[in-house]
């Protein structure tokens, strides 16, 4: 059986984009409900936790997902202000995405859906996995994280043969980078071939 070959998949945070997209959303919305600052110490302890690979999927949803649902609850517009935010932030999309973007690229992020499709959308990529919320009732439905990314990655692209993976992050990618035929390390602007 012929498999379909994706010339190039990309994480996102700290890969196309310049920083945490997600920190970033929080900061968002905290301009907009300073009251949220209160929780800045527990989302840098988890932020630093998934940075270092110290947390497991399962373990951030059970100590974080009632929290994020019930603030998402609390959202009006969330995709009216995603694209407030986009506005704002495709500042943040690094040079180098432009150069090699191809029309059957792949994004596979932790990033939540409803902020990825409209940074998408912008971009012009089709094909995107990240993390999953239902919008009706605001719960996660996946966190798209570490071997959960190789997971969804496959059920989304079953036949798929990554030619190209970039990320910033060679540990918590592993096993996308495994998959790949080539695979680079994002680090600011430049860019590592490691495999």
């Known amino acids: 059986m012929l498999k379909l070959l994706c010339m190039n998949v990309y994480d996102f945070d700290n890969t196309i984009y310049d920083g945490e997209s997600v920190y970033d959303l929080f900061l968002f ?22 940075k270092r690979g110290k947390v497991t999927a399962e373990a951030f949803l059970r100590e974080n997902a009632a929290l994020v649902e019930s603030k998402l609850r609390e959202i009006p517009d969330i995709e009216g202000d995603m694209r407030a935010f986009w506005d704002k932030h495709m500042r943040k999309i690094k040079p180098f995405y432009d150069g090699l973007r191809r ?89 590592k071939q490691i495999k």
């Not at 301009?31 to 932020?47: E, M, N, S, T, Y």
């Not at 439905?141 to 970039?166: G, M, S, V």
């Not at 540990?171 to 860019?191: C, F, K, Q, T, W």
């Open 103 to 191: 029309d059957d690229d792949w994004i596979v992020t932790a990033a939540p859906d409803f902020s990825m499709r409209e940074v998408c959308r912008r971009l012009g990529v089709r094909n995107c996995v990240s993390s999953r919320v239902d919008l009706e009732t605001c719960r996660i439905l996946h966190f798209n994280l570490r071997e959960r990314k190789i997971d969804a990655f496959l059920e989304a692209c079953p036949d798929a043969q990554i030619d190209a993976f970039y990320t910033d992050s060679p540990a918590n990618d592993a096993p996308l980078i495994e998959m790949a035929a080539h695979a680079y390390v994002v680090r600011g602007s430049r860019i």
């Open 29 to 50: 919305y905290v301009r907009r409900d300073p009251g949220l600052l209160r929780l800045l110490p527990k989302v840098l302890i988890a932020f630093a936790k998934y």
